[in-house]
């Protein structure tokens, strides 16, 4: 094949799978048009179901199959692609990185469309550095620590990263923007203006007509600007140097079948091949090529104007340099591995307390468990169709840092919603079907009044509201008609609402639809949820 | 390289050009007023109360039957009219388990419409679950998919302060595509309700409005009249074909559902919740936004209107 067509093939091959990769991230919410035939719909409209295959990306994730085999040592469904990716690395080098990551492929247009080196100091900034040994001790921690129960390969992992900070951060950041923008264009008084905010129908098949919000999506924003901004420092800064799942393929890529050979005698020291270089990783003759830093992006081969580069099955006999992993950065990562889980254990919530903030999507494995698996992805997060589930800012935990919780103030569980489980990719929330989910009834928590702020119960006067939302059958929240004090001391006869612990499920339709605002008087914590024997209330 | 525009004269010619715009719009400012209220005297007042006696009797029949008996759809609909349907489809619940307007009672009103020869009818409600999952469960959007009807999604920018003049609520966010029609239908769904002890006609506007409305509960009579004497439907159909009987107004069990096979249709919002509420054993007066929508005259009991009729099939 000539090198001008490989270039191509990667081109497309990376536009392919970037475009690809934000269809199914646009794709991972409740179907835009859901039509059930009604006649046939019974009980409460049965499983709603995302019909596109959104956890494709997660599943060609090597670093996400092996933390959760290693953390929580179950072997999840759906991971064949994985070994695939595995296999194509040893025989052809981190073609994923070139040709797949959707991480990378961003990367790699930042670099080149917005290339802020050029010349000399281009040169310098694509030779291989030390810097590049911080990759395999971030990969040495996730591993050791997935091996001791937490699995923190999400934090880092290039997949759950750019999904995360895209769903989380870019679509929800744009999309309120624009439906700010349409709501002034509606509200204004020129007619002009009032026409024009009808194109909002252009826009909310990809952003939705809700302002949606995530808490710590400041802070997933700027860290994804961070590091899209880092490429100004060196080309693919991330994947030279932060990412994981780049360390973990490059080890792979040691033994990979495909070398690059040069030609010594050809090459007249022009440099362009290492200005070309996405990995910094050494194609120049007169060094030893570094097959473990080579995100086979070809360029060298392309750019070589004398042809003394190529790559080919053949043993090449040249010396290669065996990935770089340099003893203190493992050493470094080792005992970040071992001291994060022991560390994060020690605010007692998966041996000891239970956080009543805490609250889990419906479906959730017990805690040590769930820390095994979840890569805090944003997937669940980015489904859940009332922006309910929530990354995780201090509810969880050092060790649960981003993984889902439900804020009963963003949205609710809704009753007759099993999407989030059906969407995890590593079954850290079980799917369940709407049937078990009701009749079991799987429960997420269970809500208390606060008297002192509801309305009837302080002598404000009545409001039923939160009986009125209960969605179970029958209603978990009852009333009972009673008289109370009112502010000037006269007697009212107002319907006082309580909770039925039996009935119960957790879902914060109450606490969202509580008309006290501030601070509901309706309040969901975690205890009475399904998935744990300790943080029960009945007998 | 010189002619290029720099990023600060394109934001100026931009400024410049929207400012211009902006101005010669202004002369096409339109103020709209919500609609005035297409109100109806004690004469012509009217009520159909339809019975499915026959067992498999079809819905979609008793429904024209009971336009037929008040003088067919052409009576309230003209041609040309944009027709606003406002069902209750708040809950995601199956349409078996009533806490929603039957879909084949708003299919046959929205065909119905068509005959008339309506040009747009449109589908609104402001839902309480996820509108698009109320959408699929209820059966709205299957319906509207066969009819070509226009299922409005609820969103802020078609939420606008209005006016309502009411006792207690005085400018308040509507949902504007209710309004904005040149008839209105009310298609509610009777219930039972934890607070004013049913859900009728007059209490499905607050499906109509945005806003802080579940602030309404606390004083929930009296703004239920105040939202009624703001949207004054041209007819009101209630659907009781099969009625919520207990858990109200969300239900969730069939076990709370009784089958009544019932559909009152009237011009009058108040005569038909007075009927509709003699289904669940009360008189008009047990209730207190019928009790007060008849004090602030928004109309009449079931009993005073001269016109009254009854279709069995």
Redesign the interface.
């Known amino acids: 094949m000539k090198p001008k067509h490989l270039i191509w093939l990667r081109r497309t091959s990376q536009a392919v799978f970037l475009c690809l990769f934000l269809f199914l991230l646009i794709e991972s919410r409740l179907p835009q048009d859901i039509v059930i035939d009604y006649t046939s719909a019974m009980g409460n409209g049965g499983d709603i179901r995302i019909e596109h295959p959104v956890t494709f990306f997660f599943q060609l994730d090597p670093l996400i199959w092996l933390t959760s085999l290693i953390s929580d040592r179950i072997w999840i469904q759906g991971f064949g692609w994985a070994v695939a990716v595995l296999v194509a690395t040893l025989l052809l080098g981190r073609v994923f990185c070139g040709f797949i990551c959707p991480f990378g492929t961003l990367h790699h247009m930042v670099g080149y469309l917005k290339s802020s080196l050029k010349g000399k100091r281009l040169f310098q900034a694509n030779r291989a550095t030390p810097s590049q040994k911080i990759k395999y001790a971030l990969l040495t921690s996730i591993l050791v620590s997935s091996l001791l129960g937490l699995n923190i390969a999400g934090w880092m992992d290039p997949i759950s990263f750019v999904f995360r900070s895209i769903a989380l951060a870019v679509i929800p950041g744009l999309g309120n923007g624009l439906t700010d923008f349409f709501g002034m264009l509606a509200r204004s008084d020129i007619k002009f203006f009032n026409l024009m905010s009808y194109s909002e129908v252009l826009v909310w098949p990809v952003f939705g007509f809700e302002f949606k919000s995530y808490q710590t999506g400041w802070a997933i924003g700027i860290l994804f600007l961070v590091v899209l901004f880092l490429n100004r420092i060196r080309p693919r800064f991330w994947c030279r140097t932060l990412c994981p799942l780049g360390a973990l393929l490059g080890v792979f890529s040691t033994f990979s079948r495909l070398r690059l050979r040069k030609d010594a005698a050809k090459c007249t020291q022009c440099k362009k091949c290492v200005m070309a270089c996405q990995g910094a990783a050494e194609p120049m003759a007169g060094h030893a090529w570094r097959p473990a830093e080579c995100l086979s992006c070809f360029n060298c081969f392309d750019t070589c104007p004398e042809g003394a580069i190529e790559f080919t099955f053949q043993r090449t006999g040249e010396k290669i340099k065996r990935p770089d992993m340099g003893r203190r950065a493992v050493l470094g990562g080792l005992a970040a591995g071992v001291s994060l889980p022991i560390l994060g254990n020690l605010d007692g919530h998966v041996h000891k307390v239970s956080r009543p903030a805490l609250i889990r999507p419906p479906g959730a494995v017990p805690e040590d468990a769930f820390l095994g698996r979840c890569q805090r992805c944003g997937l669940c997060m980015k489904a859940c169709p009332t922006n309910a589930i929530n990354p995780a800012w201090t509810e969880a935990g050092l060790a649960g840092f981003w993984t889902p919780t439900l804020t009963m103030t963003h949205g609710y569980c809704e009753h007759t919603c099993t999407l989030c489980g059906s969407v995890c990719p590593t079954d850290a929330i079980q799917a369940l079907s709407l049937r078990e989910k009701i009749q079991t009834p799987v429960r997420i928590g269970s809500a208390h009044f606060d008297r002192g702020r509801c309305l009837p119960w302080s002598g404000n006067g009545p409001c039923i509201v939160c009986e009125e939302h209960c969605p179970t059958s029958p209603k978990a929240i009852y009333l009972f008609e009673d008289w109370v004090e009112g502010p000037g001391g006269e007697r009212r006869k107002v319907k006082l609402p309580q909770v039925d612990l039996t009935q119960c499920t957790g879902c914060g339709i109450c606490e969202n639809k509580c008309p006290v605002r501030g601070k509901p008087a309706i309040r969901v914590i975690s205890a009475g949820e399904t998935r744990s024997r300790r943080n029960q209330i009945m007998l | 390289m010189d002619n290029f525009i720099t990023r600060r004269e394109s934001i100026k010619k931009l400024l410049r050009l929207s400012t211009g715009?902006?101005l010669s719009?202004?002369a096409?400012?339109?103020?709209q007023t919500p609609r005035p209220a297409v109100a109806d005297d004690a004469e012509s007042a009217f009520i159909v109360d339809a019975k499915g006696q026959t067992s498999g009797y079809d819905i979609k029949t008793l429904t024209r039957s009971a336009f037929e008996a008040a003088g067919g759809m052409h009576r309230f609909i003209a041609k040309g009219d944009v027709v606003a349907i406002k069902p209750n489809i708040s809950w995601?619940?199956?349409?078996?388990?009533a806490a929603t307007t039957h879909?084949e009672v708003l299919k046959a009103v929205i065909e119905l419409c068509q005959e008339a020869g309506a040009k747009t009818i449109n589908i609104v409600d402001h839902t309480?679950?996820?509108a698009?999952?109320c959408?699929?469960?209820?059966?709205a959007?299957?319906?509207a998919?066969e009819t070509g009807a226009n299922l409005i999604?609820?969103?802020?920018?078609?939420m606008?302060d209005m006016r309502l003049q009411g006792q207690r609520l005085d400018i308040w966010p509507v949902f504007t595509p209710v309004v904005e029609a040149d008839k209105l239908i009310n298609l509610p769904v009777a219930k039972v309700?934890?607070?004013s002890e049913l859900t009728l006609g007059m209490k499905n506007w607050i499906g109509a409005v945005g806003g802080?409305r579940?602030?309404l509960?606390?004083?929930?009579h009296q703004t239920i009249v105040d939202l009624a004497q703001f949207f004054k439907p041209t007819i009101t159909l209630i659907d009781a074909t099969r009625v919520m009987v207990k858990?109200g107004?969300?239900?969730?069990?069939?076990?709370?559902v009784t089958v009544m096979n019932r559909l009152i249709l009237s011009n009058d919002p108040v005569a038909a919740d007075a009927r509709a509420a003699g289904l669940f054993g009360y008189s008009p007066n047990d209730i207190g936004f019928i009790r007060l929508a008849r004090k602030w005259q928004i109309g009449l009991y079931d009993t005073d209107i001269s016109q009254q009729h009854e279709v069995l099939i």
């Open positions: 715009l902006a719009s202004c096409a400012v339109n103020f995601a619940r199956a349409p078996e388990l879909p309480i679950h996820g698009r999952r959408f699929a469960v209820t059966g959007g299957s319906v998919k999604f609820p969103r802020s920018s078609l606008r309700h934890g607070l802080r579940y602030a509960h606390q004083d929930i858990n107004p969300s239900g969730g069990s069939l076990s709370d």
